[in-house]
């Protein structure tokens, strides 16, 4: 079965610091990852996708993810958080078999001062 | 450029009372549009997608329904709400197969029944 795992429920980092959100997936064909943002009272907001070509992805705001398909990894990154960087973070993959995305179920993060 | 509408933003209904929430596409023509509704600021579930006019799927049984009366017009309902439809709901469209399959949402509408 197709799936997206979010292991981190929560990511805790200091402003100026690198953050990494992680995701892996699990898919029978190619994947077709995304990465969302949502701000409270919010609707979620597309930041990148990875469909083939270069392992790093680049994105919104500052973001890039590395897709690597051994690890079946696709983790968010940032050389430099925010605090306005604090924001709930979803990871998504396509599925196969009806084209809809399945998605992970987030992880907050938090940039602090 | 595309825009995605959704209203109300914010809604307070007592239990048993009735449910419209409106959600228009602009910018694009014959877009999947999608349901979600998150509950306490965390997952996805996804209630309803369609593809076309008239054609609805269902992904989970409840007291709620769609429609699309038009292209780029999708309708979340309910004749009775029950205290468990409380939540953030959310639509989405995204473009024809071949494509990548990124969904683009609205700014939603929070729920909270009484």
């Known amino acids: 079965a197709q799936s997206v795992a979010q292991p981190e429920d929560q990511v805790n980092v200091a402003e100026g610091n690198p953050l990494t959100v992680k995701c892996t997936y699990s898919?029978?064909?190619?994947?077709?990852l995304f990465w969302y943002v949502q701000y409270p009272n919010r609707g979620l907001q597309f930041l990148l996708k990875?469909?083939?070509?270069d392992n790093l992805v680049k994105g919104s705001y500052g973001f890039e993810a590395e897709f690597n398909k051994s690890q079946t990894s696709f983790h968010l990154k940032k050389p430099s958080a925010l605090v306005s960087d604090s924001a709930l973070y979803f990871c998504?993959?396509?599925?196969?078999?009806?084209?809809?995305?399945?998605w992970g179920a987030g992880t907050k993060l938090i940039i602090k001062p | 450029s595309q825009t995605i509408h959704q209203w109300p933003a914010t809604l307070v209904q007592p239990v048993g009372s009735p449910l419209s929430l409106e959600c228009t596409v602009e910018g694009t023509s014959n877009p999947n549009l999608y349901w979600y509704r998150q509950a306490a600021g965390r997952g996805l579930q996804l209630l309803f997608y369609?593809?076309?006019?008239?054609?609805i799927s269902s992904e989970v049984p409840q007291n709620l329904s769609a429609s699309r009366p038009q292209d780029r017009q999708f309708i979340l309902s309910s004749k009775k709400l029950l205290l468990s439809d409380s939540g953030f709901y959310l639509c989405?469209?995204?473009?024809?197969?071949?494509?990548?399959?990124?969904?683009?949402f609205g700014p939603g509408t929070r729920l909270t029944v009484t």
């Open positions: 989405a469209w995204s473009v024809l197969p071949g494509q990548a399959y990124e969904q683009y």
């Open positions: 998504a993959v396509r599925d196969d078999s009806n084209y809809q995305l399945i």
């Open positions: 990875y469909i083939t070509g």
């Open positions: 369609s593809v076309g006019i008239g054609q």
């Open positions: 898919v029978s064909g190619n994947p077709y």
